[in-house]
Nanobody
Framework: QVQLVESGGRLVQAGGSLRLSCAAS????????LAWFRQAPGKEREFVAS????????DYADSVKGRFTISRDNAKSTVSLQMNSLKPEDTAAYYC?????????????????WGQGTQVAVSS
């Protein structure tokens, strides 16, 4: 079984920055993709960013491209999301997800393992 624990969410003013972290533990394979999704109240969970097993390839939703950066540390089994120039529309619960594949894409169905989420609130 794989466990994912997110941290770093809090209330921040618009234009500010925040760094989310996610630690993976348990029976992870040596090759796995990681991603961040988010879900605002009353909305479906949406893709934010993903990173392949080596960290050499990443993908971003258009809404966060140029503002957010995903990175991973395989030695520590962690993935981070650096969020800059935050906007009120970035307010959501942010979820870390893991897929036992080298590359997993943007679909939630590609990720069998999920964290419990960390709340990000951006005030205007």
């Amino acid at each position: 079984q794989v466990q994912l624990v997110e941290s770093g969410g809090r209330l921040v003013q618009a234009g500010g920055s925040l760094r989310l972290s996610c630690a993976a533990s348990g029976r992870t394979s040596s090759v796995y993709a990681l991603a961040w999704f988010r879900q605002a109240p009353g909305k479906e969970r949406e893709f934010v960013a993903s990173i392949n097993w080596s960290g050499g390839t990443s993908d971003y939703a258009d809404s966060v491209k140029g503002r957010f950066t995903i990175s991973r540390d395989n030695a520590k089994s962690t993935v981070s999301l650096q969020m800059n120039s935050l906007k009120p529309e970035d307010t959501a619960a942010y979820y870390c997800a893991l897929s036992p594949a080298a590359v997993a894409g943007r679909r939630t169905s590609s990720y069998p393992y999920w964290g419990q989420g960390t709340q990000v609130a951006v005030s205007s």
